[in-house]
C-alpha cells in the first residue's frame, strides 16, 4: 500500500510514467507526480515476477491500473512506468496507464492538498517465463 497526500501543482501530464513522491513539495514541472508526502508499506513481493493491479482512491474516485514486478526492483522508489525500464526508483514497469491517461476528474480531486491519495497493490498472477521480461533496460 503506498498512502499520499494531494499538491495544488499536480497537473499528471506526463505520457510514459506517473509517481508518487516521497517529497512534500513539487513544482507544475513534476509533471508525473500524482502525489506527494508518499509513504509505502510492504511492497517487496514486488520484487518478483508478479501480475499486479494498482487500485488508486482519492475521494470518490477510484483508478486502476494493471502493471508488472521484476526480480531486479529495489523498490526504494515509487514510479510507475509504462517501459521496461528499471532504475533505483522504478516501483513497477509495463504499466497500462501513464498520469497522462488518468482520468482529468480524478487529477481534480489530486490537486487539493486535503486529498488523501490510498494505493492498494495487489497480485494478481505469475510469471514463470523470462520471455516476459524481455527488453529489460536496467540504469
Known sequence: MIVSQGHENITALHKSTFEFSKDADISPRADCVIGV??????????????KIELILKAGDKI?????????????????VRKSNVIDKKTLCIRADKSAAELDRSFVEVLKNPDTKLITEIRKIGIYESLEFYEGIELL
Open 37 to 50: 508526502r508518499s509513504v509505502g508499506t510492504e511492497l517487496n513481493f514486488l520484487r518478483s515476477k508478479v
Open 63 to 79: 483508478e486502476r491500473i494493471i502493471a508488472y514486478g521484476h526480480p531486479d526492483l529495489t523498490c526504494e522508489g515509487f514510479i
